[in-house]
């Protein structure tokens, strides 16, 4: 069964500080991952898509990676703010003709403490 | 540039009621989805589209109706709520399935008693 599964659940980190999510997946065939923020009450806005043979890709502070033979993947928050507070989402797009299913992982929900 | 809204963003159904949920988006995107977020779970797939006039299910069809009448529009409609169908529904659109970005909406939240 195609799969994504993130780590941790819940975190809670300082201004100022880094951090790092985690996501695995077990979908096959791959087509492209992509990391969403939501913040509470809103819907998931798109932070990075990546495809097989991009290993990171920027967006601002936020810094994903992409590790397509070990089917991992990372989401780097550098000097993190008060507005990174959200629940960051991993996707993982099946690949194939026609329409592609998007496998959602339950997401880690971040909170920085001032 | 609105994106994509929703409305309504709160509603209360008794069980048996029925409701219409409306997407609407300004992108001139061709695919349209609805979508389902509950506790503890992703995001899951109700119905789709990929044009006007043409619908398709998605992981959790059943209970749910849609119409794509107008491209920019994506009604979500439930016939008879029921309790299980609580949830925060979200509307999304894209250029394109491949790979494209798809833009969320804000969300409605649904309590069915």
């Known amino acids: 069964k195609n799969q994504v599964e993130q780590s941790p659940q819940s975190l809670i980190i300082l201004e100022g500080k880094n951090c790092t999510l985690q996501c695995n997946y077990t979908v096959s065939p791959f087509s492209n991952l992509r990391w969403y923020k939501q913040d509470t009450g809103r819907g998931p806005v798109s932070l990075t898509i990546?495809?097989?043979?991009?290993n990171t890709k920027s967006n601002g502070r936020y810094t994903a990676t992409l590790d397509a033979d070990t089917k991992q993947s990372s989401l780097h928050i550098t000097a993190s703010q008060l507005s990174d507070s959200a629940s960051y989402i991993c996707v993982v797009s099946e690949g194939g003709t026609g329409f592609q299913k998007l496998v959602f992982g339950t997401g880690t929900r971040l909170l920085v403490s001032p | 540039n609105a994106g994509v809204t929703q409305t309504p963003k709160f509603r209360v159904l008794k069980t048996g009621q029925s409701m219409t949920l409306l997407c609407a988006q300004d992108?001139?995107?061709?695919?349209m989805y609805w979508y389902r977020q509950d506790p503890g779970m992703g995001l899951r797939l109700i119905h789709y589209?990929?044009?006007?006039?043409?619908?398709a299910k998605g992981e959790v069809p059943d209970g749910y109706n849609v119409s794509r009448l107008k491209k920019q529009n994506f009604l979500l409609g439930l016939e008879s709520a029921a309790p299980s169908q609580t949830s925060v529904y979200f509307c999304?659109?894209?250029?394109?399935?491949?790979?494209?970005?798809?833009?969320f909406g804000p969300g409605t939240r649904l309590l069915v008693l």
């Open positions: 589209s990929v044009g006007e006039g043409t619908t």
């Open positions: 990546m495809t097989f043979s991009e």
């Open positions: 999304a659109s894209s250029y394109s399935a491949q790979g494209g970005t798809q833009y």
């Open positions: 992108m001139n995107h061709e695919y």
